[in-house]
């Protein structure tokens, strides 16, 4: 079983992508003599994590939507809901930190601190 370049999760042989990180790989042999599939790996993984990003935008813009995409690709997509859920945390983060708090401590809120 050959290891994959980028995150070093073992790759069962005859996929031409990381099941783990979605990393293509490039022809040749791996550790232990096993070879696999050539692929477009610089190509490959610019598109994944352009998609990432978006995807990791959009959930801190409407964290809910960030929680539904992780619970979608958990398991399919480990890199996109990793951003998701990123995005989502730290957009409710932001929305405590800058919203909430603020209107605590102004009193303007059925929350407020005194």
Known sequence: MAQCGSCGEPIPDGLAACPSCGAALNSGVAEGGQTFQAGNAVGTQ?????????????????????????????????????????????????????????????????LALG
Do not use: C, E, H, T
């Open 46 to 110: 610019a598109a994944i994590r352009m998609s990432s990003i978006i995807i990791g935008v959009f959930s801190f813009l409407i964290p809910i939507i960030g929680l539904i995409f992780y619970l979608i690709w958990w398991k399919k997509d480990p890199q996109k809901a990793r951003f998701a859920i990123i995005g989502a945390v730290v957009g409710i983060v932001f929305s405590i930190v800058f919203n909430i708090i603020p209107m605590m401590l102004a009193g303007n809120s059925p």
